[in-house]
């Protein structure tokens, strides 16, 4: 915990882990996070070998840009340097370990980045953003194949598609400069923080707590309050008016497995490899959980991964539309009984042709279709009755059954044949 006023850097181990694969830094001018990975093989020590790679880049720079190309200098050397490291210690095969970076020149904040820590900058209250996770659930979100509520869910929301390490000889990073006034404060986490504390959160803190090394204090205290199921560290930078010169800035320090010593220094110069004792990288050898990285993926994994989530949008797809057929299939059975119900119904009406005719169904019709039709017709005509039962055919009378509209029928016959007035 090594900082000046305006910076700091926490790294915890975390209330789970056994050890602490994250580093941090924060010197002069550049700022560092680092989340090792590597089930069996040292994420501690690839954080801390590209950290202290990087911390080389640690410099007074004439212009962002410089800055700029220095860092990603930095971080394509680290890279180089890991891959190096497991071909000589190939226990070590699989680390890597994601880097967020930012190097201040004056009144712009030159930044580096790859895999899933993030650099934000807190400005006015408003907390942004500034790096993009490069996640399996990122990319299945950009392409529009998940929301982002889906992937805050996601199983595999932890898969890194990009990180350094010794799977890719050009690892492919993030540059670029944003401007910084003074009142910004730049934060740099791993997931440790920004899985388990929200955004909101952060920005309360941020807004709230002043001091550099309070600050970040605080929001690694909230991550373990949230049961730090992950290694956490947070590096903090308050800009004010003056830039820090060097001279007077009194402190720059490493934290997290960076501060640890390093067992693998010296061994690149001598060029042989040396087989490090695996129990002193790891003196709890009891399967630390690993739920939150996975390796650097192959390709064929990516493929599994990828057909695993379109079968899964696809038992999505299938839920959704046996859920559909079975709205449908209640709906047409509704109206199969509604109108089956109707067809139980009589009445006495006139035709078309003014005769007086029984009528199965209803009166009432639903838009164009009519829910009754002519049973029988009979050869009285609606005329030929006298003017109350006309009046009565003409308004419909209802039957109880069927043998009972046929009683009407007859009544009505006769009053015809008595002599209907004309
Ligand atoms: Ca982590």
Redesign the pocket.
């Known amino acids: 915990m090594a900082n000046s006023p305006l910076s700091a850097a926490v790294s915890h181990v975390g209330k789970i882990r056994s050890n602490n694969?994250?580093s941090g830094y924060a010197g002069r001018h550049l700022f560092v996070v680092a989340?090792g990975?590597g089930g069996h093989a040292g994420g501690d020590v690839a954080s801390a070998i590209a950290t202290k790679r990087i911390a080389e880049a640690d410099e007074a720079y004439a212009a962002a840009a410089d800055a700029e190309q220095a860092l990603q200098a930095a971080m394509i050397a680290a890279n180089s340097l890991l891959a190096e490291t497991v071909f000589e210690h190939s226990e070590l095969t699989g680390m890597g370990t994601?880097v967020s970076g930012i190097i201040r020149v004056g009144d712009q904040i030159a930044l580096a980045h790859i895999g899933?820590?993030r650099i934000y900058r807190f400005r006015d209250g408003e907390l942004e953003q500034v790096t993009a996770d490069h996640t399996f659930v990122q990319r299945l979100v950009d392409s529009g194949r998940i929301t982002p509520e889906e992937a805050a869910v996601h199983p595999r929301r932890?898969v890194l598609m990009r990180v350094l390490g010794d799977v890719d000889a050009a690892p492919e990073i993030d540059t670029k400069i944003l401007d910084t006034k003074p009142g910004d404060r730049w934060l740099l986490c791993?997931?440790?923080l920004s899985?388990y504390v929200s955004e909101d959160k952060i920005a309360q803190i941020l807004a709230t707590v002043r001091g550099a090394q309070g600050a970040a204090d605080r929001l690694v205290k909230e991550s373990l309050d949230h049961g730090a199921p992950?290694?956490?560290t947070v590096v903090l930078l308050d800009i004010d008016a003056s830039e820090p010169t060097g001279a007077d800035t009194p402190t720059v320090g490493f934290v997290g497995s960076a501060a640890a010593p390093l067992m693998f220094e010296g061994a690149e110069s001598e060029r042989r490899p040396i087989r490090l004792p695996t129990l002193l990288l790891h003196p709890l050898k009891a399967a630390p959980p690993e739920d939150?990285?996975f390796e650097p993926e192959r390709e064929e994994f990516l493929e599994q991964l990828i057909e695993e989530d379109r079968r899964r949008a696809r038992r999505r797809r299938i839920t959704w539309l046996v859920g559909l057929l079975v709205v449908i299939a209640a709906i047409v059975t509704a109206i199969v009984l509604a109108y089956q119900w109707t067809q139980t119904h009589y009445f006495i009406g006139a035709t078309d042709d003014g005769r007086v005719a029984i009528f199965q169904g209803v009166q009432q019709n639903i838009g164009p279709i009519s829910l009754s039709h002519v049973e029988q017709t009979s050869s009285v005509r609606v005329d030929d009755l006298p003017a109350y039962q006309r009046a009565q055919v003409e308004a419909t009378i209802n039957a109880d059954d069927l043998r009972d509209a046929h009683d009407i029928l007859d009544r009505l016959s006769r009053a015809a044949e008595s002599g209907g007035s004309r």
């Open positions: 694969q994250d989340d990975m994601t899933d820590s932890s791993s997931d440790g899985s992950d290694n956490v939150t990285h």
